[in-house]
């Protein structure tokens, strides 16, 4: 039995965005290691082993629900024979909440209630793309929201060690490619924050984006006229 980190990753009171995992107990052998994975990558989530010993259980899921940024569910033919998991299901509806179906496994029959409103819901198959899963899982554009701040900032860091430069006193490098390059890197680093949330970050790499597009339509407009 695969057991879940029920510490680490997990949304406690932080106003920031998190994913809400809606599963069968019965899967938790294919649930565990993506909880963990996303945790190892910074994303924060919510599942109900995070609940406190003491508290209303079902008052906390739908309260959970209710806050989160989006609602997976990760359907097996257990998630849909069990009346809780498809009583979330149905209360992110009733939300409007942005939801994702992962099937795990080819179930034997979609009720009727979900397939009347599939047409709102994303959906991705893991048990028929194992190797392109994750890599599609975390690309939903609401799942990308979710990644913690502190793994968004690692993540910009490490870019901009790559990059090697002082954004203060900007380097005119002197081929076109090199140019193209550092304006790639600063738009990733852009993106990261953006994605986060994290405003208060981005005018040292606006102003160093700035930088390099000048440096760039400078160095292209006098190679032209060479």
Known sequence: MVTINKKKGMAGDSNEPYIFLSYSHHSIDDVAPLISKLTSDGFRIWCDVGIRGGTEWKEEIATHIEDCEVF?????????????????????????????????????????????????????YKYLNESTFYNDFINVEEVKLCKGRSALAKEASRIEGLIG???????????????????EKIDKILTIYYEGKMYQDTKRYEKARLKYQEALEKYILESIER
Do not use: G
């Open 72 to 124: 997976i569910a990760l359907i097996s033919n257990a998630y849909l024979d069990s009346k809780e998991c498809t009583k979330e299901l149905s209360f992110a509806e009733t939300k409007r909440k942005k939801c994702l179906l992962v099937y795990l496994e080819k179930v034997e029959k979609i009720p009727k209630w979900i397939e009347m409103d599939f047409h709102r819901y994303q959906y991705l």
């Open 165 to 183: 430069i002082d954004y203060e006193n900007t380097r005119i490098w002197n081929t076109r490619s090199n140019l193209e390059e550092e304006n």
